[in-house]
């Protein structure tokens, strides 16, 4: 069966393609983005202005398209932050649905932190033990960790990379100062899960998921062979943190020179690079691994369980 998942998020509207089958994991045949970065569209009583909506639902038209011509028999379709915490939320959601000529399923914050730790438990499998998962969106960082297929613990906070540069990091370059408010305000926001999660098991693995991580982890990380001799990459909090001071000094224009930062990135890596450092700092973790499955993947393993496959 070939199934699409189109996640509408705060920095991208995102398009996968895969094909499932009973027993098996989803095999991706296509990948397709459109960067919007909605927070830039927000008004200042929160809600999303007509240019933002007409943006987004051209993306999800050109899509739906996609979709259509790539033979997907069933279309999955996900908001995230930006559209679940807009003021004009709902008239949004039936452009959105008028658009793709389905319903849309909006993601609660905890939602998104569940599906996100699925396809990552799933990807390293029973044999990780404990996991401790990080996911840093446009709009929220999702927190989860847990044992199990699902988390016992999982958590939204509004400390995503979009949001974040537009808060506090609007110059460009930031420069330390701007840098330094925006470490205390994500440290005072990720106080709270420190201390839920103080005293619970240690994860046996920590996993970092999400665009942002990625490319944080090809400019900061290095390759790892993996159990199954497959290379994972691994990110170490000391070399991200040695890399934010140059972040913040370099004009966004450059930043897309350096290694794994896409053009779409270069505007807030270096608050997602912030925001990253101060998890890892707030829960004790000297490196994280990443996961090449996320969102996406968590919402298509999920619904072929429910067609009671496998």
């Not at 460009?172 to 100062?177: H, S, T, V, W």
């Not at 490319?215 to 900061?220: I, N």
């Amino acid at each position: 069966m070939r199934l699409g998942v189109l996640d509408i998020g705060s920095n991208t509207v995102h398009l996968l393609v895969a094909d499932a089958h009973p027993g098996g994991r989803p095999l991706a045949a296509s990948s397709h983005r459109t960067v919007l970065r909605l927070m830039r569209y927000l008004t200042p009583d929160g809600a999303i202005s007509e240019d933002g909506v007409a943006a987004l639902v051209e993306a999800v038209v050109h899509a739906r398209d996609l979709a259509e011509r790539e033979n997907v028999e069933e279309l999955l379709a996900t908001a995230t932050s930006a559209v679940r915490e807009a003021t004009n939320g709902p008239e949004v959601i039936d452009r959105i649905e008028e658009a793709l000529g389905a319903s849309l399923q909006v993601l609660g914050g905890e939602t998104e932190a569940r599906f996100t730790f699925l396809a990552v438990r799933r990807w390293f499998g029973w044999s990780a033990g404990r996991i401790l998962l990080f996911d840093i969106g446009g709009g929220s960082l999702e927190v989860a960790a847990g044992d199990e297929e699902l988390p016992d613990y999982a958590v939204s906070v509004p400390l995503g990379a979009g949001r974040m540069t537009l808060e506090y990091l609007m110059e460009d370059p930031p420069g330390e100062a701007a840098v330094a408010a925006l470490r205390a305000h994500a440290a005072e926001a990720l106080d709270p899960i420190r201390a839920a999660l103080k005293g619970t098991p240690r994860p046996d693995h920590v996993v970092g998921s999400s665009k942002t991580i990625r490319s944080l982890a090809k400019l900061a990380g290095f390759p790892r062979p993996g159990w199954s001799g497959t290379p994972r990459m691994v990110l170490p909090r000391q070399a991200l943190g040695q890399w934010i001071p140059r972040l913040a000094r370099i004009p966004a224009a450059v930043r897309k020179e350096l290694p794994g930062i896409t053009p779409e990135r270069t505007v807030q890596i270096t608050a997602g690079a912030v925001v990253l450092h101060e998890t890892m700092k707030a829960m004790n973790v000297a490196e994280l691994e990443v996961s090449p499955w996320a969102l996406r993947e968590g919402v298509m393993l999920r619904y072929i369980e429910d067609l009671g496959w496998g």
